[in-house]
């Protein structure tokens, strides 16, 4: 089993910056994949970003330039910096481990931004 413990979300004015983390705990593999997803009000659970163990990272068009994904293999966490964030940006943020064929999911984090 694989566990995993958000923090860093909360209230932000648009334009500003917030960063999320994720730490991982239990059946860690060395090989998988760590993102983050959001999930805005009656809206499905999107991608945000994803980062594989070797550092190959993957974004949505919508973050591109303002958000980063980075990872600790050593501490197994992920970690998402959210610069010049927009009211869109609103959501509950789910960090997410995808290893051996299964998603792992964390309990979410409220970001909001204010206009």
């Known amino acids: 089993q694989v566990q995993l413990v958000e923090s860093g979300g909360g209230l932000v004015q648009a334009g500003g910056s917030l960063r999320l983390s994720c730490a991982a705990s239990g059946s860690i593999f060395s090989d998988n994949s760590m993102g983050w997803y959001r999930q805005a009000p009656g809206k499905q659970r999107d991608l945000v970003a994803t980062?594989?163990?070797?550092?190959?990272?993957n974004y949505a068009d919508s973050v591109k330039g303002r958000f980063t994904i980075s990872r600790d293999n050593a501490k197994n966490t992920v970690s998402l910096q959210m610069n010049r964030v927009q009211p869109e940006d609103t959501a509950v943020y789910f960090c997410n481990v995808y290893q051996l064929r299964r998603n792992y999911w964390g309990q979410g984090t409220q970001v909001t931004v204010s206009s």
């Open positions: 980062i594989l163990s070797g550092g190959s990272t």
